[in-house]
């Protein structure tokens, strides 16, 4: 397998491997206050992480500018510092937030909010460019979207992105962005047990690379959550949204998402991988546009995810013994 996945037809190359800066962005909460973070984290350890990743051949880093309420840019640009140009750098804009409460405020779809969150995007990270920029309002409207997409080929012409995509798990959304000449991705959710045929098809058909959220199931596919496992409070899972699968009442991983991947160890783990770098082997063999962003908030993390580096795709057999397993 290639080390190497190009960023859809931007004529970007990023390792085929990224790593998402969700949970080192700390604690923050919604109004309501819903915890919208994975907890407390050190932020020394994850610059150390974060430049590891780098060592380790990991080029591709993606956060947003409400993870943490701006802390994860902030983290992730002090970390990259004069290795700027040796990263490739997406982050997301659309939500609204405020930096000191730390609190998700609302969102903001207009074409005035993309300029201004960007400004303090770059502001943050500490960097003149944003190589891949996302709208990070997964059921925002086709039309407001076709504006957006219209204002980021602006902000392209002008040398403040590269290029840009949408973060949705909607095939007809996504489509709409891909029209655009410099479109270049569309972020979905994927993983092994929650395939995504149809966002898969488009990404082909309009040459688009696939970055995969929830590469790992939100910590499900590591094998380190169990079943009535208490999670801590701060932590998203401890309060589940709507939108977040495999965690069911909030008070551990759900018994049947737990069978599922007791199910996948013996295939997943074959070759001397470990769970997680199995489950990330199994997207690269899905697709070769995939692009996982497993996230980490430690050096040890980091290490176990870049490993998988190493141990390359899973084979078709495995991809279809997985399918057996499951089902499908």
Not at 185 to 195: E, G, K, S
Not at 255 to 275: I, Y
Request: hydrophobic content about 40%.
């Amino acid at each position: 397998m290639e080390i190497t996945r190009p960023l859809g037809r931007s004529g970007i190359e990023v390792s085929a491997l990224g790593f998402g800066c969700w949970a080192i962005g700390g604690e923050w909460q919604g109004l309501d206050g819903q915890p919208l973070g994975w907890g407390k984290v050190d932020d020394e350890e994850s610059v150390r992480a974060v430049r590891r990743a780098l060592d380790l051949g990991v080029t591709f880093f993606d956060t947003a500018d409400a993870y943490g309420a701006g802390h994860s840019e902030r983290v992730l640009g002090r970390a990259l510092g004069k290795r700027r140009a040796d990263a490739v750098v997406a982050t997301k804009w659309g939500n609204v937030f405020d930096e000191e409460t730390r609190t998700l405020t609302g969102s903001d779809d207009s074409p005035a909010q993309l300029r201004r969150a960007l400004t303090a995007s770059l502001r943050r990270l500490g960097t003149d460019y944003v190589d891949l920029y996302q709208f990070h309002l997964s059921d925002a409207g086709p039309e407001q979207a076709a504006l957006l997409r219209d204002e980021c080929e602006k902000l392209v012409g002008e040398g403040l992105i590269r290029a840009y995509a949408w973060s949705t798990d909607d095939p007809a959304r996504a489509a709409v962005f891909a029209r655009g000449p410099h479109c270049a991705a569309v972020q979905h959710a994927l993983n092994v047990l929650q395939d995504a045929p149809a966002m898969l098809r488009l990404c082909e058909e309009a040459g688009l690379a696939s970055i995969n959220r929830s590469p790992l199931a939100m910590g499900l596919l590591t094998g380190k959550r169990r079943g009535g496992q208490p999670l801590e409070v701060g932590d998203i899972r401890s309060r589940p949204p709507a939108w977040l699968q495999g965690f069911g009442d909030g008070s551990g991983a759900d018994p049947e998402w737990v069978a599922r991947v007791d199910a996948l160890r013996e295939v997943l783990t074959s070759e001397g991988r470990t769970l997680a770098q199995g489950a990330l082997a199994w997207l690269w063999a899905r697709s070769p546009r995939t692009i996982p962003i497993p996230g980490f908030r430690s050096v040890a993390q980091a290490e176990e995810n870049a490993g998988a580096l190493e141990k390359g795709a899973l084979t078709g057999a495995q991809l279809a013994e997985v399918d057996r397993l499951l089902g499908r």
